[in-house]
């Protein structure tokens, strides 16, 4: 067990490829924003080293006692040489400054892209929500490994430049001095190094209560849970949830910040004895008469400068090394596999005609269960059949439904459409045959046209084509009595013309959405759970007229509605115990017809009491 935790931990990626990586695809995003990155930094150092030999030559040329009108040319002549360089400087890092953000906006674009298009069954898997996690909190927070790589290789560039122009000056006086210079900066960048290995080491065990503190942060935004957590005094249990994460979350935070801190603090030791031993060597050299007072500001001024920038090339390092490992959790994300088949697929069945759906074998398991769900489910819908699906909670009915719709994949088995298994469709295009509405129900604040039409907005009857699906829905009326009709907007929180619907009235809206689409396989999740009878029985009698040259498949709890169907299969445990119409399950007296009588009971008794 311990070799194979090793070995799955293994980094997946090269730091070298990982920089590659994010090279090529900033070439891709903004060819300039790389090529100014990777010509700039010389400019850049020009500059300091510029500065300090102007110094020297002012103060060499005042020791030898040059006449005004030439120190004054010398003056103006490298004010005019430092303007221009200063300028050349600020228009470059401008310039980067101006580009770099558009490559983490469009990372973020791509993330947010693939996030929507990667398979449902991949979202729920929790080693995909980590990864996601990490990628996302690096690409919000203001300091993107995708894009900073880029300031940071720009950085690296500069230095470098620098320390080989000043090294090989320095080497005129004396190249021990170098070397003590190197050395005191190498162990500083390598005790900076700790706090972002200690980081690395351990940012999983803050990763789940990362998650979970931003999941009570979207808890707090969502109206739609606020009865319930001022209806149950929720806000306590909330609230002090939240302290603890964030109390955990601060202490790690505390124990990096304390790693960075003695690093800081060692480096500033190794700072002062690097310049102790250039001060006392170049002052030995000005007092014994090898150097000048100019020569001696010049070459103190080079100490700090390459004492400086081998700290900064060898932090900007280190900050590259730090960036590789946050770039990996881009990769990562972006390499996840899927298994639906997004590429090439065989022909989708004949539009607006109904298909043959086979279950053969079909097991499903979910991540981390002990046992299946599904158990060896065989089951044909035939083209055109209303096929209700009953069972108590847990059964399996959602389960064999998101099967159904592609969501899942068997564990083992295999569904077919029209004879083709659902692998062998592209999946997008086999979303485009479902019709559905399911138990959870989200809105997006569209106008109501806009939400029902949303998978063919450009389609010529559109708007036709919504009125009929909502009036086929039942939602027409309330519609249509609308100030603004079917362009007013929903979520009264978001539009000052929003408004929210009732349950019963968000129910309807979904089925309207799911008419206008007009699939050829129609499944109905729990259709009338929000309705009131009148509503509900409504629903029923257009039942045929809403299932007309579709496969359907109905999921409820009331046994009553089955009777509208053609077929009836009763699941428990994973299992499919009965099947029939609602007939010849009554006549045999078992489960279905058990559980039918308990709830027709249940209404008997309540029409009594009204």
């Known amino acids: 067990m311990g070799n194979e935790k090793v070995s799955k931990e293994k980094k997946k990626y090269s730091r070298m490829g990982s920089i590659l990586y994010a090279l090529i695809n900033i070439w891709g995003i903004n060819r300039m924003y790389l090529v100014l990155v990777l010509f700039g930094g010389p400019i850049l150092m020009l500059n300091p080293l510029v500065n300090s030999y102007f110094t020297k030559v002012v103060i060499d040329e005042l ?19 430092l303007s221009v360089i200063k300028l050349a400087g600020q228009f470059v890092m401008t310039r980067i400054d101006a580009r770099r953000y558009y490559v983490t906006g469009i990372y973020q674009s791509r993330m947010e892209r693939k996030h929507f298009t990667t398979d449902y069954q991949t979202t729920e898997n929790q080693e995909y929500r980590k990864v996601q996690g990490f990628a996302g909190r690096d690409s919000c927070m203001g300091d993107a490994a995708v894009e900073f790589v880029g300031t940071d290789l720009f950085q690296f560039i500069a230095a470098l430049f620098s320390i080989i122009a000043s090294a ?3 080497a005129a006086v004396n190249p021990i001095l170098f070397a003590v210079i190197a050395v005191a900066a190498v162990l500083s960048a390598v005790s900076s190094r700790w706090q972002t290995k200690y980081y690395e080491k351990n940012k999983d065990k803050w990763e789940k209560e990362e998650r979970k503190k931003g999941y009570l942060e979207n808890l707090s935004h969502d109206f739609t849970v606020a009865k319930d957590i001022k209806l149950y005094g929720m806000e306590g249990w909330i609230d002090k949830m939240m302290r603890d994460y964030q109390r955990f979350l601060l202490m790690w935070s505390k124990r990096c910040s304390l790693r960075g801190f003695l690093a800081s603090l060692l480096s500033g030791i190794l700072t002062l004895l690097q310049n102790g031993t250039a001060y006392l060597f170049l002052l030995g050299m000005l007092l014994g008469g090898k150097i000048s007072v100019g020569d001696f500001v010049f070459f103190f001024s080079l100490v700090g400068q390459i004492a400086q920038n081998l ?7 280190v900050k590259l090394v730090e960036r590789t490992d946050k770039i990996a959790y881009y990769r990562e994300f972006f390499d996840y596999p899927d298994k639906n088949n997004h590429g090439k697929g065989c022909e989708l069945p004949e539009a607006g005609k109904a298909v043959t759906i086979e279950l053969k074998d079909v097991h499903y398991r979910y991540e981390g269960a002990e046992e299946d769900t599904l158990k060896g489910i065989n089951l044909t819908i035939s083209e055109g059949e209303k096929l209700a699906l009953v069972g108590m909670n847990g059964a399996g009915k959602t389960t064999l439904v998101k099967l159904i719709c592609g969501f899942y994949q068997p564990t083992q088995g295999e569904i077919l459409v029209n004879g083709k298994r659902i692998e062998e469709y592209n999946i997008e295009e086999y ?15 569209l106008t109501i046209f806009k939400f029902v039409a949303s998978v063919d907005l450009s389609r010529k009857t559109a708007r036709e084509d919504v009125e009929s699906a909502l009036k086929k829905a039942g939602l027409w009326e309330k519609v249509a009595n609308l100030e603004n009709g079917m362009d007013t907007h929903l ?12 349950g019963g009235e968000l129910q309807k809206l979904m089925l309207a959405r799911a008419i206008y689409k007009d699939g050829c396989i129609l499944v109905l999740d729990e259709p009338t759970a929000a309705l009131d009878p009148i509503a509900e029985n409504e629903l029923y009698l257009k039942y045929n007229e809403l299932t007309q040259g ?6 409820s709890h009331r046994f009553a509605s089955t009777r509208f169907c053609d077929r009836i299969v009763l699941l428990e445990n994973g299992v499919i115990t009965e099947r029939g119409s609602h007939n010849e399950l009554m006549e045999q007296g078992g489960r279905y017809a058990y559980m039918y009588e308990v709830q027709s009971q249940y209404y008997k008794e309540e029409a009594v009491n009204a």
């Open 311 to 317: 700290q900064s090339l060898l932090g900007t390092v």
């Open 63 to 81: 020791t030898l006692g040059s006449a005004f009108e030439r120190v004054a040319f010398v003056v103006v002549a490298y004010s005019l040489l």
């Open 550 to 555: 579709k496969t359907s498949l109905y999921i």
């Open 168 to 170: 090989t000056m320095m």
């Open 431 to 445: 979303y485009s045959l479902i019709s559905a509405v399911f138990q959870d129900m989200y809105l997006v604040a």
């Open 491 to 502: 979520m009264k929180g978001v539009y000052e013309d929003g408004i929210d619907l009732s």
